[in-house]
């Protein structure tokens, strides 16, 4: 195997756990997100500022799902 192609292959290993790092640190964020959810919900008083920090980590979630399927899909080629 030529220098070129070890230093490729190098690379290509190196872009793979970011990726693999990325996507884990997005899935413990929406698991960090789901457990302030419960939390919240769970709660006797509902106020505004409970009913916007649910709204808060809906987007968030549904942010951090968006990226971990582009991810996914980089991985794939």
């Not at 640190?25 to 916007?52: A, G, P, V």
């Amino acid at each position: 195997m030529s220098e070129t192609s070890k230093d490729e292959l190098i690379e290509a290993q190196k872009q793979i756990i970011g990726i693999l790092f990325e996507i884990i640190k997005r899935l413990q964020e929406n698991n960090d997100l789901d457990e302030e959810y419960i939390q919240i919900i769970s709660m006797d008083n509902k106020t505004k500022q409970n009913e916007q920090r649910i709204e808060e980590i809906m987007k968030e979630r549904k942010e951090n799902a968006a990226i971990v399927g582009r991810l996914l899909e980089k991985l794939e080629t």
